[in-house]
């Protein structure tokens, strides 16, 4: 069934599910895409043409050739024109804040590094693209003995393949000190930390100590490798978390400001303000904006 609006995907997905629940969709065709669980990962291509459309308060155009990474709790909406080949996973699935440093995902494709959310692939990139997504749809689609394996080591490509292409194209604004651009170990396992830890624990004593270095080291790291502070990666994830719980409107937002550790409600609607430009009452209330 869809939607009268016609920046609503369709609810009635034609997709492939890997494991039960699911936690890795794979678009059959490419086509409007499926309208996915707002907790996954997604990566849309464009094969051709192009569409808009709405990712949360941005009204964005995407071309042939370009990628679009989307993090949890992001609202994405396209025209009824749009034909795109996506996919979406969870969390434990891929962890892609776990320990990845030879994918780097998380602090590369889903980083909204100088506030660029697409990624522009070169023509002669695409086919090997395209190739992937084929080879992910077909191995979900078998669902051998294997299958998981399998289609960890397709979907690594695809993000290894977009982090390549963006770290092309952000080369002029690399830091020196960070060689070829890999995250280091002291970053991925603050990452892990953070994952860990980001609903019990706010104070940054907490991970230095763990992590044995001092707020100073851990934010020059953090600075020259993800373009963001200690404070910033942890406030980003409450923020997930909280689009995340709100969007799905099975809790109050006094509900989610307690479930993530915020005694006043108020404050945590200021945080989100701040993280987002809107009070939670003000995004979910304006379909411009979710």
């Known amino acids: 069934?869809?939607?009268?609006?016609?920046?609503?995907?369709?609810?009635?997905?034609?997709?492939?599910?890997?494991?039960?629940?699911?936690?890795?969709?794979?678009?059959?065709?490419?086509?409007?895409?499926?309208?996915?669980?707002?907790?996954?990962?997604?990566?849309?291509?464009?094969?051709?043409?192009?569409?808009?459309?709405?990712?949360?308060?941005?009204?964005?155009?995407?071309?042939?050739?370009?990628?679009?990474?989307v993090s949890p709790g992001e609202r994405i909406c396209f025209d009824r024109a749009a034909t795109v080949l996506s996919l979406a996973f969870h969390h434990h699935f891929f962890c892609v804040r776990v320990k990845r440093g030879e994918v780097y995902c998380d602090g590369i494709v889903f980083n909204r590094v100088a506030g660029k959310p697409l990624i522009t692939?070169?023509?002669?990139?695409?086919?090997?693209?395209?190739?992937?997504?084929?080879?992910?749809?077909?191995?979900?689609?078998?669902?051998?003995?294997?299958?998981?394996?399998?289609?960890?080591?397709?979907?690594?490509?695809?993000?290894?393949?977009?982090?390549?292409?963006?770290?092309?194209?952000?080369?002029?604004?690399?830091d020196p000190s960070v060689p070829n651009g890999r995250i280091s170990d002291l970053v991925l396992r603050f990452q892990d930390l953070v994952e860990h830890h980001y609903l019990d624990r706010k104070d940054m004593t907490f991970f230095c100590d763990t992590l044995g270095v001092t707020a100073t080291t851990l934010n020059r790291h953090l600075k020259a490798e993800l373009g963001q502070t200690a404070t910033q990666v942890l406030n980003e994830r409450l923020a997930i978390a909280?689009?995340?719980?709100?969007?799905?409107?099975?809790?109050?937002?006094?509900?989610?400001?307690?479930?993530?550790?915020?005694?006043?409600?108020?404050?945590?609607?200021?945080?989100?303000?701040?993280?987002?430009?809107?009070?939670?009452?003000?995004?979910?209330?304006?379909?411009?904006l979710n």
């Open 121 to 174: 692939l070169p023509e002669r990139e695409w086919p090997l693209l395209i190739s992937r997504f084929d080879e992910l749809n077909e191995i979900v689609r078998t669902k051998g003995a294997f299958a998981a394996e399998r289609s960890i080591s397709a979907l690594r490509s695809i993000l290894l393949q977009a982090a390549e292409c963006k770290l092309r194209t952000t080369a002029e604004d690399a």
């Open 242 to 288: 909280a689009r995340v719980e709100l969007r799905s409107g099975q809790k109050s937002v006094k509900e989610v400001a307690f479930d993530l550790g915020f005694d006043d409600p108020l404050y945590f609607s200021r945080f989100f303000k701040k993280q987002f430009g809107s009070s939670p009452s003000e995004y979910f209330a304006n379909p411009q």
């Open 1 to 69: 069934m869809t939607s009268d609006n016609p920046m609503e995907p369709r609810l009635d997905p034609d997709v492939q599910r890997l494991t039960d629940p699911p936690s890795l969709w794979v678009q059959v065709d490419a086509g409007m895409p499926p309208d996915y669980p707002p907790d996954l990962y997604r990566i849309y291509f464009k094969k051709t043409g192009r569409a808009v459309i709405n990712l949360d308060n941005r009204r964005l155009t995407i071309i042939a050739g370009q990628v679009l990474p």
